[in-house]
């Protein structure tokens, strides 16, 4: 058997050769520490540390093994550890690309990414376990008082970032998926009445004259922030009565159509515009419109004009509820509902169900008089007419 000849510098046997087992080396000869060095399954040549001399025979014959079988990445190659900061870093860019209305941070980076980053950036990401993230993500949630959805929103982006890294091969797992979600209460939808509306709308006017049509747009459209905020002249319509959404929330294009509100409020904001570009933009005291500056955000006007109008609890992304409670109280079906809105499942728009009870209302009234004793009536024309509960007649006619 060939085999490979070192020369033992100190210890026992010094100058004189040593025979060792083919595939085996000592990289500093008389450590007593030894490697192996073989051919994997596309010919590459490895080099591994084993450990001790036995230790070594086993590994080798291991690898020898796999390589006949064909396995490609041994379990214990060594390669560079990515840190978890990477994986945050691939997965923003990931959601940069193919995701719009995300909201950022002072640096322009995904607001998930900084408070990720900040705890667990320096770590190798092969060393976070599941009960790591759990820590992490409470103590966070502790000290920054979030909500379970702003938990369950940093655990997704984790999970993404790890997923990524499983795709790309940088990682083996993913310990995110071990870690559970914490419940939200999405019971509650705060939407605008009539009143409240009538309120705000005069404080408006009043105070922010010009922000009058990106209201009304957002009443009658449902559109996202993002979405209102983000659009183009060439994406409206005006003889169609319809915008077109390129990338919704989801990555995927869809299509509004215009009330005679949301009209009017576009013929608004086209006569201010000077040519293609933005439809809202920020005017010369922060709250107008001037071409050329998009208005990125309405909180500043809209947050103290709902204190000026006594609304409480009530925010910018309440009028998209506002929108779709209004269609399902007026008797939109939820699937048409579920179309405008842009909603990716039915089960999101489920969540305005319990604001049409016609239906409901509809299928407990045919239990009314279920079980009663039959009435009599007198028709116009003096006849008795008995008026029997379906279930009851035909209950009658059995036993008869």
Same mark, same amino acid.
């Given at each position: 058997?060939?085999?490979?000849?070192?020369?033992?510098?100190?210890?026992?046997?010094?100058?004189?050769?040593?025979?060792?087992?083919?595939?085996?080396?000592?990289?500093?000869?008389?450590?007593?520490?030894?490697?192996?060095?073989?051919?994997?399954?596309?010919?590459?040549?490895?080099?591994?540390?084993?450990?001790?001399?036995?230790?070594?025979?086993?590994?080798?014959?291991?690898?020898?093994?796999?390589?006949?079988?064909?396995?490609?990445?041994?379990?214990?190659?060594? *390669?560079?550890? &990515? =840190?978890?900061?990477? +994986?945050?870093?691939?997965? $923003? @860019?990931? #959601?940069?690309?193919?995701?719009?209305?995300?909201?950022?941070?002072?640096?322009?980076?995904?607001? *998930?990414?900084? &408070? =990720?980053?900040?705890? +667990?950036?320096?770590?190798? $990401? @092969?060393? #976070?376990?599941?009960?790591?993230?759990?820590?992490?993500?409470?103590?966070?949630?502790?000290?920054?008082?979030?909500?379970?959805?702003?938990?369950?929103?940093?655990?997704?982006?984790?999970?993404?970032?790890?997923?990524?890294?499983?795709?790309?091969?940088?990682?083996?797992?993913?310990?995110?998926?071990?870690?559970?979600?914490?419940?939200?209460?999405?019971?509650?939808?705060?939407?605008?009445?009539?009143?409240?509306?009538?309120?705000?709308?005069?404080?408006?006017?009043?105070?922010?004259?010009?922000?009058?049509?990106?209201?009304?747009?957002?009443?009658?459209?449902?559109?996202?922030?993002?979405?209102?905020?983000?659009?183009?002249?060439?994406?409206?319509?005006?003889?169609?009565?319809?915008?077109?959404?390129?990338?919704?929330?989801?990555?995927?294009?869809?299509?509004?159509?215009?009330?005679?509100?949301?009209?009017?409020?576009?013929?608004?904001?086209?006569?201010?515009?000077?040519?293609?570009?933005?439809?809202?933009?920020?005017?010369?005291?922060?709250?107008?419109?001037?071409?050329?500056?998009?208005?990125?955000?309405?909180?500043?006007?809209?947050?103290?004009?709902?204190?000026?109008?006594?609304?409480?609890?009530?925010?910018?992304?309440?009028?998209?509820?506002?929108?779709?409670?209004?269609?399902?109280?007026?008797?939109?079906?939820?699937?048409?509902?579920?179309?405008?809105?842009?909603?990716?499942?039915?089960?999101?728009?489920?969540?305005?169900?319990?604001?049409?009870?016609?239906?409901?209302?509809?299928?407990?009234?045919?239990?009314?008089?279920?079980?009663?004793?039959?009435?009599?009536?007198?028709?116009?024309?003096?006849?008795?007419?008995?008026?029997?509960?379906?279930?009851?007649?035909?209950?009658?006619?059995?036993?008869?």
């Amino acid at each position: 058997m060939q085999t490979e000849t070192l020369t033992l510098i100190n210890g026992k046997g010094a100058g004189e050769p040593r025979h060792n087992p083919h595939g085996l080396f000592e990289k500093v000869p008389g450590s007593d520490v030894w490697w192996i060095r073989y051919a994997d399954a596309t010919g590459r040549i490895r080099r591994e540390k084993a450990g001790t001399k036995s230790a070594a025979i086993k590994l080798y014959q291991k690898r020898k093994t796999e390589a006949l079988q064909g396995k490609k990445l041994p379990e214990t190659i060594r *390669r560079r550890q &990515a =840190l978890v900061s990477e +994986l945050l870093h691939d997965a $923003a @860019e990931h #959601v940069r690309a193919r995701y719009r209305g995300q909201r950022l941070g002072g640096d322009g980076q995904d607001y *998930r990414h900084a &408070a =990720l980053k900040e705890t +667990l950036g320096n770590r190798p $990401a @092969e060393s #976070v376990t599941p009960q790591d993230i759990e820590r992490t993500l409470s103590r966070l949630a502790e000290e920054r008082e979030w909500k379970p959805a702003s938990f369950n929103r940093h655990k997704a982006f984790l999970s993404l970032a790890y997923r990524l890294a499983v795709e790309s091969g940088k990682v083996q797992s993913n310990p995110v998926r071990l870690v559970h979600r914490r419940r939200e209460d999405n019971g509650r939808i705060r939407w605008l009445s009539a009143d409240e509306e009538t309120k705000l709308r005069a404080v408006i006017q009043t105070e922010y004259p010009d922000e009058l049509p990106a209201f009304d747009l957002a009443l009658h459209t449902g559109m996202r922030l993002s979405e209102q905020y983000g659009l183009s002249w060439d994406c409206v319509d005006l003889e169609r009565r319809q915008i077109t959404i390129p990338r919704s929330k989801h990555g995927d294009i869809r299509y509004i159509p215009l009330d005679n509100t949301a009209l009017a409020a576009f013929v608004t904001l086209r006569a201010r515009s000077d040519g293609p570009g933005p439809v809202m933009v920020l005017g010369e005291s922060g709250h107008g419109y001037k071409a050329g500056h998009p208005l990125k955000t309405p909180r500043e006007w809209f947050d103290t004009a709902c204190r000026k109008a006594a609304i409480l609890d009530f925010t910018w992304h309440c009028l998209r509820h506002t929108f779709a409670s209004r269609l399902v109280m007026a008797g939109v079906p939820l699937r048409k509902v579920q179309e405008l809105m842009g909603h990716k499942t039915i089960a999101m728009t489920c969540r305005y169900a319990h604001l049409a009870p016609e239906h409901l209302q509809d299928a407990i009234l045919k239990l009314d008089g279920w079980g009663q004793k039959p009435t009599e009536s007198k028709t116009e024309s003096g006849a008795i007419e008995r008026n029997e509960p379906v279930g009851l007649v035909k209950t009658q006619a059995v036993i008869q």
